[in-house]
């Protein structure tokens, strides 16, 4: 297996993080018009983009310290984003099939993210 280096594995991940904001909008204009969907739909928003503009600003970093803060921002932030998407599967504001692929992304850049903080704290 070919190895990457970190540059381009930060690329590969800030591609990804964006690529779940912009589906987690393309979800929102979906929803159903009623209340309770804006609502949940506002708070996926919020942490989903935060996702993308946390991972970014964790690449920008100045120090070690700094980056490590960012990737716990955008670990709750992603643990965040999973949690609204169940919310909305479960109290049936959007069947399970629309949402399950963009879970499970943001499950998987959930467990990126923690691992790439894990080693930086262990560092």
Known sequence: MERIDKIEFAEIVKNRTKKFVVDNIRLFRDLPKTEEARIIGRQLLRSSSSVGANYRAACRAR??????AKLSIVVEEADESVFWMEIMIEAEIMHAEKINPLMAEGTEILKIVSAARRTTMEK
Do not use: L, Q
């Not at 120090?63 to 490590?68: C, R, V, W, Y």
């Open 63 to 68: 120090s070690k310290a700094e980056f490590g």
